[in-house]
């Protein structure tokens, strides 16, 4: 009767953690996929436009930052008890790959205001209107590459050997993340020079051990929980 409610407890973290895992998942393959018209079409600032659809996919990539801090935040009590300072690391770092995504968000959300305002217009300068839309555009695959395109692998870095070092999961979840961290560090520097294209074959192959780390990951707490370890026991010893 003394330990159910902790093994409660610690099961939930971890359900909770792994379902903000997963819907980083649902929401960000999707919203890659909405964003398609006004990513890829110069000149949709003055055409006919596609903003419902632009619009959910900008909706999509909000959820994808806030439920990325949400595994941090729903993680940190867990794994601090392993390093505090690597547990604060990777909250950190969570919360600036979503601030970035957010401002590639915003950008985008301007083209669609600048689209419906003033594409059309009387008096409408049609090639600045181009020119803004494709800088915003611009800044927003910046902000793709530098977000979900490099903190992944600090994050993979940071819990990865937390989790590793804990035992909290299956330690081949975790290698998984820390082999897959320096693949991606690499893509992004490539990219970064122009070696490789934000997406391309490459690109892609070289971020798909950190993706499978994270959905294994997600999939591993919502389905199994932690396994029992000295963190989580530290976390559930109630107070005397």
């Known amino acids: 009767m003394t330990t159910a409610a902790p093994v409660s407890g610690t099961r939930t973290t971890a359900r909770v953690a792994g379902t903000f895992y997963l819907i980083t998942f649902v929401s960000s393959i999707p919203a890659l996929i909405l964003l398609g018209p006004v990513l890829h079409n110069a000149d949709y600032i003055v055409s006919g436009g596609a903003d419902t659809r632009v619009l959910c996919g900008a909706l999509l990539d909000v959820v994808n930052a806030f439920a990325g801090i949400g595994t941090a935040v729903t993680l940190f009590p ?39 305002d003033l594409a059309g217009s009387t008096g409408a300068d049609t090639a600045t209107l181009v020119i803004t839309g494709k800088a915003l555009v611009a800044v ?101």
């Not at 601090?80 to 985008?108: D, H, M, P, Y």
């Not at 993706?211 to 559930?236: C, I, M, Q, R, S």
């Open 78 to 116: 867990v794994v601090k008890r392993q390093n505090e300072a690597a547990a604060l690391g990777f909250v950190t770092s969570r919360v600036v790959e979503a601030a970035v995504i957010l401002i590639g968000v915003v950008c985008l959300l301007a083209v669609v205001t600048l689209r419906q």
């Open 140 to 240: 927003r695959n910046w902000t793709f590459l530098l977000g979900p395109g490099l903190m992944p692998a600090v994050n993979a870095l940071l819990l990865g050997s937390l989790l590793y070092r804990s035992r909290l999961v299956p330690r081949v979840i975790p290698a998984i993340g820390l082999a897959g961290a320096p693949l991606l560090v690499v893509s992004f520097i490539a990219t970064l020079f122009g070696y490789l294209g934000q997406v391309s074959a490459w690109a892609g192959v070289l971020t798909v051990p950190v993706a499978v780390w994270e959905f294994t990951v997600g999939v591993y707490l919502v389905v199994k929980g932690f396994n029992a370890a000295p963190a989580t026991t530290a976390v559930d010893r109630p107070v005397r």
